[in-house]
């Protein structure tokens, strides 16, 4: 998970799952697990699938690699999908 930026709140969480640990799962189906599994603040607004989820040399997600990869603002996504 990554805050990205957003106008109204400040930031918002995204979700990033690497596309070798999908198992088939679809957009939707992983935000149903998310909220099955996690407290409500913790819930992503959005889910993406990524090819690859790069690593530091300590083998942990380089979170700023990240969260630079998926920088786009929740306003871009909602005008792309029409939600406002």
Do not use: Q
């Not at 198992?23 to 149903?32: I, R, T």
């Amino acid at each position: 998970m990554v805050p990205v930026p957003d106008e109204l709140l400040g930031s918002r969480l995204r979700a990033a799952i690497s596309a070798g640990n999908l198992g088939g799962l679809s957009h939707k189906e992983e935000l149903d697990r998310c909220r099955r599994l996690l407290p409500a603040y913790m819930v992503p607004d959005l889910v993406e699938f990524c090819e690859v989820l790069h690593k530091i040399s300590s083998g942990k997600i380089d979170r700023a690699l990240l969260a630079s990869k998926v920088s786009k603002t929740i306003r871009e996504v909602a005008a792309k999908w029409k939600l406002w």
